[in-house]
């Protein structure tokens, strides 16, 4: 059974920074695509980030402040968010997946998620 933990969320001031993990069971996160993805409260799920052999891909929202790594060793994908922003508010989910997309109905296991909330 794959199980995604994540973890690292919190309260920040705006500029600041946070780092979340997700840590994978079940299913060694090299071969398969890691991603995260946020919801705002009345806002649907949206594409943050993704990593594969292949490479990384970032919202556009994002580019240039967060950045996606992985850990084959821990089996544990990380997410680091610098200079963050109110809008940035939401609840960060990791996912797993086959493919290499942007799309939420690709990934086939969640984590539970873990709030971030930027304050202005």
């Known amino acids: 059974q794959v199980q995604l933990v994540e973890s690292g969320g919190g309260l920040v001031q705006a500029g600041g920074s946070l780092r979340l993990s997700c840590a994978a069971s079940?299913?060694?996160?090299?071969?398969?695509?890691m991603a995260w993805f946020r919801q705002a409260p009345g806002k649907e799920r949206e594409f943050v980030a993704s990593?594969?052999?292949?490479?990384?891909d970032y919202a556009d929202s994002v580019k240039g402040r967060f950045t996606i790594s992985r850990d084959n060793a821990k089996n544990t994908v990380f997410l680091q968010m610098n200079s963050l922003k109110p809008e940035d508010t939401a609840v960060y989910y990791c996912?797993?997946?086959?493919?290499?997309?942007?799309?939420?109905?690709?990934?086939?296991?969640w984590g539970q998620g873990t709030q971030v909330t930027v304050s202005s």
């Open positions: 990593i594969t052999w292949s490479g990384t």
């Open positions: 996912a797993s997946g086959s493919t290499r997309a942007t799309v939420i109905r690709l990934y086939d296991y």
């Open positions: 079940g299913r060694t996160i090299n071969g398969y695509t």
